[in-house]
């Protein structure tokens, strides 16, 4: 099982100031046949299904602020919030889809 | 508009059996891996169980193997998780979910469904 590491658990950013979320894999996620780390970015609200934010670890989901942006390749992975505003208040998570079981990573509370 | 609407849940003692649905529209569902993914009360995702465009695949975590059983209706646009021998810790709200990508690879999970409390409890 490959198992998705995330730091910090929580968060503390002022309003227009960057968050900085890392995700470690415990081994690749970086498929060699098409060159893609099979590696994704969620942001769940209280009472709501997560948000698809990044796949392929940097490609932005379509209608998603360019604020959010994804990094990284092989084990380790960045998402970056460049201007936090008040809505981006939630927890977020990474998540491997290159072997199963897929799983994610425990998760970071970003607050303001 | 792609939606996924869950019918199912609720309260079911232990060693009972439940049902999940999830009823797509809006897409062409014969075209996408779809999973479910589950989150007890006040904790992280859970991937439960995937299953390929015709059915013909199908993955699961290991503590559901041989308890849980997913499944597909091409015809009927609609994804089912059928749930035996529940445990307490099975207690999660379970998500239906769609690959964001229509492929023979596995991608991120660009729709959802509401969530749908399973409680195991007697």
């Known amino acids: 099982e490959i198992v998705m590491t995330q730091s910090p658990d929580s968060l503390a950013v002022s309003l227009g100031e960057r968050a900085t979320i890392n995700c470690k894999s415990s081994q690749s996620v970086l498929y060699s046949s098409n060159n893609k780390n099979f590696l994704a970015w969620y942001q769940q609200k209280p009472g709501q299904p997560p948000k698809l934010l990044i796949y392929?670890?940097?490609t932005r989901e379509s209608g998603v602020p360019d604020r959010f942006s994804g990094s990284g390749s092989g084990t380790d992975f960045t998402l970056t919030i460049s201007s936090l505003q008040a809505e981006d208040v939630a927890v977020y998570f990474c998540?491997?889809?290159?072997?199963?079981?897929?799983?994610f990573g425990g998760g970071t509370r970003v607050e303001i | 508009e792609v939606q996924l609407v869950q019918s199912g849940g609720g309260l079911v003692q232990p060693g009972g059996s439940l049902r999940l649905s999830c009823a797509a529209s809006g897409f062409t569902f014969s075209s996408f891996w779809m999973s479910w993914v589950r989150q007890a009360p006040g904790k992280g995702l859970e991937w439960v169980a995937n299953i390929k465009q015709d059915g013909s695949e199908k993955y699961y975590v290991d503590s559901v193997k041989g308890r849980f059983t997913v499944s597909r209706d091409n015809v009927k646009n609609s994804l089912y998780l059928q749930m035996n021998s529940l445990r307490a810790e099975d207690t999660a709200v379970y998500y239906c979910?769609?690959?964001?990508?229509?492929?023979?690879?596995?991608?991120?999970?660009?729709?959802w469904g509401q969530g749908t409390l399973v409680t195991v409890s007697s």
């Open positions: 998540q491997q889809y290159y072997h199963t079981p897929l799983t």
């Open positions: 979910a769609r690959d964001s990508i229509a492929s023979a690879f596995w991608s991120g999970y660009s729709n």
């Open positions: 392929w670890a940097s």
